[in-house]
């Protein structure tokens, strides 16, 4: 079974929806649907990561790190566009309290101080959650930020649509499974790690970097998180091109190991966008075998 950041009707349903029809169970919070694959409830769980206009959701990038080790399995990008929904009768005049979630309150910033300047905005566990709430009666809030399905699914009418400030934004959501069990190499594949950074001398951060650039690894998404131990302790949030079975990706991880005091790995998985990296010379699989075994060869007797 698998299950999905919910309720019915979040963008998050709407990726899942792309790729299968198979049942899903709806769980209220990141937390609770990555929690759900730890206690093998569901195998797979689909969870918002990024997008692009508000950058990593760090909602998931704590959870994939908290608790049981998980593995990301692969990933959906998908188109957002946003509207505002109301209950029958309200115009968007009357809007006095909007309800969303709050990557769905940012892409939205502009357009709701333009046209709704006075209006308080909550932030909601979802959008979906936000329209659910909405459509209640007795609720305090007037209108919820949503995608088109939501609105239409709780039975609210549409005040305005593409309210957006950014055309074209897209959001990337990942499946998360159990650790253990790494997709096949496809070629055109992502890796997802967490690195912390030592803090006893300079260039710790240029050491991770390093690790990457010596051995031609692009990295697609670098983002820091603190490690809610001290303040001014940091972990970096990484993805970059390339299999964990790529002989590249395998030595940049053992880099990793050795420079960092911690190395989270959360998975390798084919890409949305099936592009394949550029490997520049030096860095395919056969380079890096022929290396090695001349490196072997020297203590061999001629
Ligand atoms: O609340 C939702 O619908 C989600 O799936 C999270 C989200 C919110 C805003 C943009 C993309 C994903």
């Known amino acids: 079974m698998l299950g999905y950041f919910g309720p019915a009707g979040t963008f998050t349903h709407q990726a899942l929806r792309t790729v299968t029809e198979e049942e899903a169970v709806a769980f ?16 797979r769980a689909v ?3 990024e997008n692009s206009v508000e950058g990593g959701v760090s909602a998931t990038l704590d959870e994939l790190i908290a608790g049981a080790p998980l593995a990301i399995q692969g990933e959906i990008v998908i188109p957002v566009e946003f509207g505002i929904y109301a209950r029958e009768g309200t115009e968007l005049a009357d809007v006095r309290e909007v309800l969303t979630h709050g990557h769905a309150a940012a892409q939205c910033r502009d357009w709701l101080a333009t046209n709704l ?6 932030e909601a566990g ?12 007795d609720s305090r809030y007037d209108a919820a930020v949503c995608a088109r399905v939501a609105g239409e699914m709780y039975g609210l009418r549409e005040l305005a649509y593409q309210i957006e400030d950014n055309a074209g934004a897209v959001t990337r959501f990942v499946e998360v499974g159990r650790a253990g069990s790494v997709p096949p190499r496809t070629g055109a594949d992502k890796t997802t790690l967490v690195a912390y950074m030592r803090q006893d001398h300079a260039g ?7 690790q990457f650039a010596v051995r031609g690894v692009n990295l697609s998404r670098i983002e820091s998180r603190p490690t809610k131990t001290t303040l001014g302790s940091y972990c970096f949030s990484i993805d970059c091109e390339g299999h964990l079975h790529d ?8 880099g990793l190991h050795r420079v960092c005091p911690q190395v989270f790995f959360l998975g390798s998985y084919p890409r949305a966008n099936q592009r394949r990296p550029d490997i520049a ?4 699989d056969g380079e890096f075998d022929a290396a090695a075994a001349w490196v072997a060869s020297l203590s061999r007797r001629p």
């Open 28 to 43: 209220a919070s990141v937390r609770e649907a990555l929690d759900a694959v730890r206690q093998g409830d569901v195998t």
């Open 281 to 284: 010379v030096g860095f395919s």
């Open 117 to 122: 300047p006075d209006a308080g905005v909550t």
């Open 47 to 49: 969870v918002p990561i």
């Open 204 to 210: 710790a951060l240029l050491e991770i970097l390093e």
């Open 247 to 254: 002989k590249r990706v395998a030595e940049t991880l053992e």
């Open 126 to 137: 979802s959008t979906a959650g936000a329209a659910a709430e909405v459509a209640r009666p």
